[in-house]
């Protein structure tokens, strides 16, 4: 059963342009989402987060967006950059667990 | 941001002997850390808790007696993956979360190929 879903495995985005990352979930009790970027062979990179009491959080190019009703959010990356290609995990926990449950990535890549 | 080291970050054994891996907070005291799981192109799995002075709570389907986790100190967690398999082969990730902060923090993850 997978809690946390990003249902595009791949994206391809021109440079400059905006990068939209999608992640939905099933699990009410989630009260903390996070956005990680991960390189081949390497452990993650956190990227930013936001809580379930609000529904944007920005900072500097990356943009999270998180509509509680649909149970979806969503990552955005303007402008997109060569150097963001990487894998993107979403992933959500419950306050006071720490306990991540991951999506399954989607692998963005931006052409110069 | 804080610091978790995790070392090695690459190790090949033979079938039948056991490999360990170790994740240390540096900067931070982490009465909790986990481990993840990652095959190709594959999600983070969450195999473990790793409570500081206590068991380990292990996911359904993991196996404890396979793979045993140790966190004797609140910087210092340890997996040993035992009597390892070529099945086993797979990216081994630790993090750890600093009660300070909401996001937890990653090892630089280990590659085990079991041969």
Redesign the interface.
Known sequence: DQQVKQNS?SLSVQEGRISILNCDYTNSMFD?F?W?KKYP??????LI?I?SIKDKNEDGRFTVFLNKSAKHLSLHIVPSQPGDSAVY?CAAFTSGT????????TRLKVLA | GAVVSQHPSRVICKSGTSVKIECRSLDFQATTMFWYRQFPKQSLMLMATSNEGSKATYEQGVEKDKFLINHASLTLSTLTVTSAHPEDSSFYICSASNPMNTEAFFGQGTRLTVV
């Open positions: 495995p903390y996070l990680y062979a390497e452990g993650p990179t956190f987060s809580s995990f720490y306990k991540y449950i991951f999506g399954t990535g």
